[in-house]
């Protein structure tokens, strides 16, 4: 029986996006596609995730990329710009959770302890979990096994009576190897049919 909902954050109750900044400094939308797929990538991001330092990770594309190095810059000094607004339908779903009172919720993100602070800021459901776990204070992210076992020793969770919601698909398999019932977001629609589905909502 689930008795603990474990929610990603980012593109499932969050809305953030490089593009959102970045289209205040590129005229052209291919020349930035081009500059996010091969100077600030996902995967260099999600190094400063894992616990890089925000100075160290920019330090390193400054050095490989001098050409682009005020763009780089901007993508941690304008960092905040990169948020959008909060997914509503989905954090009504948490909403209805956390009111229900039947389940222990929290949170298990892949994000920099240094920017999280600015997503605490902003968003006030963040107040509502019951823990919060962020890759970047921990030194290691999703889909690292480790990762989500740092999340059911702390808070004691039962793998077994547990489910996951997150929009990566590498994470959600991540999660069910580890016994993890895992749902894969797409939107906030279908995770309340599936909730449903599960007699949880």
Excluded at 21 to 48: G, H, K
Excluded at 167 to 188: C, P, Q, T, W
Aim: net charge negative; aromatic share 14%.
């Amino acid at each position: 029986m689930i008795n603990t909902i474990i929610f990603d954050l980012g593109a499932v109750l969050i809305d953030w996006n490089p593009h959102y900044m970045y289209r205040s400094i590129f005229d052209n939308e291919q020349e930035m596609l081009d500059f996010l797929a091969n100077v600030c990538t996902p995967d260099w991001n999600e190094d400063q995730d894992a616990g890089r330092s925000l100075q160290e990770g920019t330090d390193i594309l400054v050095a490989k990329f001098p050409e682009h190095e005020a763009n780089i810059r901007a993508f941690y000094s304008r960092w905040i710009e990169m948020l959008g607004e909060p997914f509503h339908g989905t954090v009504e779903i948490f909403r209805r959770l956390k009111e229900s009172k039947q389940y222990k919720i929290y949170a298990l993100t892949n994000w920099s302890a240094e920017t999280f602070p600015f997503a605490v800021a902003r968003f006030d459901f963040l107040t509502w979990f019951d823990g919060v776990v962020v890759s970047g204070t921990e030194k290691m992210r999703k889909p690292t096994p480790a990762f989500y076992q740092i999340l059911l020793d702390r808070y004691q969770v039962n793998a077994t009576e547990a489910l996951f919601i997150d929009d990566n698909y590498r994470n959600v398999l991540a999660a069910e190897v580890m016994g993890i019932k895992s749902i894969h977001f797409k939107s906030a629609e279908e995770l309340e049919v599936e909730l449903n589905g599960l007699g949880i909502l």
